[in-house]
């Protein structure tokens, strides 16, 4: 796949993406999917480069899988823990973006709890920036390994029915699921409690349902959310127990989907809230450690086609991160 062309010198987010990128993206994942099945699971296209993991808010989970992304791939992987930051010492946002850029990486991962936080630092860095998630707004490699889990479960993204349930007011991967599964075709409704329901609901095109069994019916994918109880101002819900009773996924609410519905969640699972055991753990059903498999893949996708436009674009002795910086 030497020929790929990938109009993007930074991942932000799923907005302004179209479709011929999104399948590239999820076309050279597949290969590697197929890698990391394998007993040995290192190669050396990016050997020489350097990614730096800048995490400011706390995930294990999505830097562990970029971090593998990385050295899979054979790059040098350096994680920056927010505890040790030089923002928590009064630095401001730019002047860490700066610092980093001076460092000359090859590819900044970036995580804030700010929505519009990992554009700013895109736009002052010469390097490319792939957005971990940023407040409210995106999380497009969490959209991306989804659709490439559906796509390899059902042979498509067109047409299906998509039911995104639970805390979507503050889900940034809600955002970027709705975003990419509009933009691939599929049909996407929302089903939450009205104060969990986002107040720009209308243009993002969905259809609302504030019960399970109407928002269910007959969907061939039910994508649970966590409730994000740290984002959260005020009691805007009653208590876990009665959120669980009414819009947590058990075996008698998912009689109202398809028979061979499957179910998501981005993880990490509140059991007992959002979702059941019995559910969670169904093995023809759930897919949720497939999404954490196939997310390691994705983000090797992105790294490689970013790094080969920084290399087409530059050269390979001018490229930042290599020679002296160009922009």
């Excluded at 730096?52 to 830097?63: D, G, K, P």
């Excluded at 998912?254 to 019995?278: C, F, V, W, Y």
């Excluded at 059903?285 to 196939?294: A, D, L, N, Y």
């Amino acid at each position: 796949m030497d020929d790929i062309v990938f109009p993007h010198q930074h991942i932000l987010g799923i907005e302004g993406m179209g479709p011929e990128a999104i399948t590239t993206i999820l076309d050279l994942s597949e290969s590697y999917v197929a890698l990391n099945r394998q007993r040995d699971k290192k190669r050396a296209d990016l050997r020489g480069r350097t990614v730096i993991n800048v995490f400011f808010e706390s995930s294990t989970r999505t830097r562990t899988s970029f971090e593998l992304a990385g050295k899979r791939l054979g790059a040098d992987v350096i994680n920056i823990a927010v505890e040790a930051s030089a923002i928590n010492k009064g630095e401001t946002l730019l002047d860490t973006a700066m610092t980093l850029n001076a460092m000359h990486p090859d590819v900044l991962v970036v995580r804030h709890p700010y929505s519009g936080a990992v554009q700013l630092i895109s736009e002052k860095v010469e390097c490319a920036v792939i957005n971990a998630g940023d407040g409210w707004h995106e999380h497009p490699t969490q959209a991306l390994l989804d659709a490439l889990t559906i796509r390899r479960r059902l042979g498509k993204l067109a047409g299906l029915n998509v039911a995104i349930c639970g805390d979507v007011a503050h889900s940034r991967v809600a955002r970027s699921n709705i975003l990419l599964l509009h933009t691939m075709g599929a049909f996407v409704r929302v089903v939450a409690p009205p104060t969990l329901v986002p107040a720009d609901a209308d243009r993002l095109g969905v259809d609302v349902y504030h019960d399970m069994a109407e928002g269910l019916k007959d969907v061939d994918i039910v994508m649970m959310l966590r409730i994000q109880t740290e984002r959260m101002k005020g009691g805007l819900i009653p208590s876990q127990r009665e959120y669980f009773r009414f819009y947590g996924l058990d075996v008698e609410k998912l009689k109202a989907a398809r028979s061979d519905a499957l179910i998501m969640h981005p993880g990490p699972m509140n059991r007992g809230i959002e979702i059941d055991s019995d559910v969670a753990d169904d093995i023809n059903r759930s897919v949720i450690p497939e999404q954490v498999e196939m997310g390691v893949a994705v983000r090797m996708a992105c790294l490689d086609l970013l790094t080969r436009n920084v290399i087409a674009n530059f050269g390979e002795d001018d490229a930042p991160g290599i020679g002296e910086g160009v922009r």
